[in-house]
C-alpha cells in the first residue's frame, strides 16, 4: 500500500509537470513582432556620384519591429524601394541605408546628425527628398509575412 501511494504521487508530479509545461507552450508568443509606428528615412550615395541622398523622415506603413532584437522587419526591402527609385530617377548605382526608430524625436536627431555629415564634406552635394518626391510604400501581403 505504501508503495501504491508513493507511485500515485509521483504520477500526480509528473502529471503536474507535463501540465505546466503545455501551459508554458500555450502562453509562448507566436508571433515574435511587434506591430508598432515606425518612423524611418533613407540615405543613399554612389561612389561614382558626388550627391548624397536624404529622404524625408515618415511613417513605415505596416511595419513590424522584432521584439527581442528591435530590429525592423523586411528593412532590405524598404531599402530597396529607395534605390530603385533613386537608380530610375539619377544617375549612378546607389547604396541605400534605411535609419528608423519608434521615436520620432530619436529619429530626427539622427537626421540632423546624418546631414550634417554629408554636409561637412565640401566635395558632397546633399539633396533632400521631399514626401512628395519619395515616399516608401507598403510591402505587399505576400512579402509582409
Request: net charge positive; charged share 25%; with cysteine.
Amino acid at each position: 500500500m505504501l508503495f501504491e501511494t508513493i507511485q500515485g504521487k509521483q504520477m500526480i508530479k509528473h502529471n503536474l509537470a507535463r501540465l505546466i509545461l503545455f501551459c508554458a507552450i500555450l502562453m509562448w508568443p507566436l508571433n515574435n513582432y511587434a506591430q508598432k509606428t515606425v518612423y524611418a528615412f533613407g540615405f543613399g550615395t554612389s561612389f561614382n556620384d558626388s550627391t548624397v541622398y536624404l529622404s524625408a523622415i515618415q511613417v513605415l506603413p505596416d511595419a513590424q519591429v522584432q521584439k527581442k532584437t528591435g530590429f525592423l522587419k523586411h528593412r532590405a526591402s524598404y531599402t530597396s524601394q529607395m534605390k530603385r527609385y533613386l537608380e530610375s530617377n539619377y544617375i549612378g548605382h546607389e547604396t541605400c541605408v534605411l535609419f528608423f526608430s519608434t521615436r520620432k524625436e530619436k529619429l530626427e536627431k539622427k537626421y540632423i546628425k546624418v546631414r550634417r555629415h554629408a554636409q561637412r564634406n565640401k566635395q558632397q552635394t546633399v539633396k533632400e527628398l521631399s514626401s512628395e518626391e519619395f515616399r516608401f510604400s507598403a510591402l505587399p501581403k505576400a512579402e509582409n509575412h
